[in-house]
């Protein structure tokens, strides 16, 4: 997160792509508030000697030390430990997919939403909103992350 900017920088993302997506200011105090919980998160696992966060590859092997520090650790982490299936090693990893798709549907609830609603959905609004915005179709490619603009196409009705 740049707060500074106003950037969100996705790292290995769907296909294991790194992109760039606008941070809105109204997020932001939001935002900061759960970096300082994950912040508690990560001083806990220092404290108790865990291993950091499970780097790629080649970032890995070049900088070994990497993934126990601040700037690397998850944003939303999970609240448990596991074992990575890559190393063995039990460490924090980030909030697994089901953990938030049942947060998510607890929030849909809480706020007396209707109508279905996936996080797949906040995807589809957020490429609709930027197309009515008059954003042109390239723009909303690269901030979805698809490598091929045909599926941008489909994927928000155009």
């Not at 126990?68 to 430990?81: C, E, I, L, N």
């Not at 609709?128 to 915005?133: F, K």
């Amino acid at each position: 997160l740049d707060f500074d900017h106003g950037t969100i920088i996705v790292r290995e993302g769907k296909g294991s792509k790194d992109r760039a997506l606008m941070l809105p200011e109204s997020l932001a105090p939001s935002l900061r508030e759960q970096l300082s919980r994950a912040r508690a998160w990560w001083l806990k696992d220092q404290a108790e000697g865990r291993s950091g966060v499970a780097l790629p590859d080649a970032l890995e092997r070049k900088y070994p030390r990497a993934g126990h520090s601040w700037p690397w650790f998850w944003v939303f982490a999970q609240h448990t430990h596991s074992t990575d299936p890559r190393s063995g090693v039990v460490r924090r990893h980030h909030m697994y997919d089901q953990t938030f798709q049942r947060a998510f549907k607890r929030a849909v609830e809480q706020a007396g939403i209707t109508k279905p609603a996936t996080p797949h959905t906040l995807r589809h609004s957020f490429a609709t909103a930027l197309l009515r915005s008059s954003y042109d179709i390239r723009t909303v490619q690269d901030l979805l992350g698809h490598s091929d603009v045909s599926t941008t196409m489909i994927y928000t009705h155009v």
